[in-house]
């Protein structure tokens, strides 16, 4: 899968952390995540435990949502994405290249016990003010009707 935008995958590449947001039964919560971006699959992955209120909830209800931003107090500079995605354990027969991919970007999560998630991405909204102030660029999935 390849988003039609190279902006917005440098900008993911770019970036570490995520804020990823749950709803299970009207309740709302927030996360924040280290990821590590999967751009063959347009995935993110990330570690969280099992027991973890985010986590809980993602096993419940996994549709979530979540951004990824850059500080700036310079109008004209600021970037940021707004997605959703469905949440998912790596398949056995993927576990290998996920966590590889994770450890590559963070070497010492091999020190932690925790559990390795997918966050596969099916609509990605950037706002860029690089290209003008409030250039948005949008990529979603066929199914996706936003």
Avoid at 45 to 52: E, G, M, P, R, V
Avoid at 74 to 100: A, L, T
Avoid at 108 to 137: C, H, P, Q, R, S
Wanted: aromatic share 12%; with cysteine; glycine share 6%.
């Amino acid at each position: 899968m390849n988003l039609p935008e190279d902006r917005i995958i440098k900008f993911i590449k770019k970036h570490h952390v995520m804020t990823l947001s749950t709803c299970v039964n009207n309740e709302l919560w927030t996360a924040h995540c280290f990821y590590a971006y999967m751009k063959d699959s347009n995935t993110l992955i990330f570690s969280s435990d099992l027991k973890t209120k985010h986590a809980m909830d993602f096993q419940k209800n996994p549709n979530v949502s979540g951004g990824i931003v850059m500080e700036t107090k310079i109008v004209g500079k600021i970037q940021g994405i707004q997605f959703k995605g469905i949440v998912s354990k790596p398949y056995e027969q993927d576990f290998g290249k996920v966590k590889s991919v994770y450890l590559k970007r963070f070497p010492y999560a091999v020190l932690v016990e925790t559990t390795l998630w997918k966050l596969d991405l099916n609509y990605i909204k950037m706002t860029d003010n690089n290209l003008g102030f409030g250039k948005k660029l949008i990529w979603s999935d066929l199914y996706d009707n936003m």
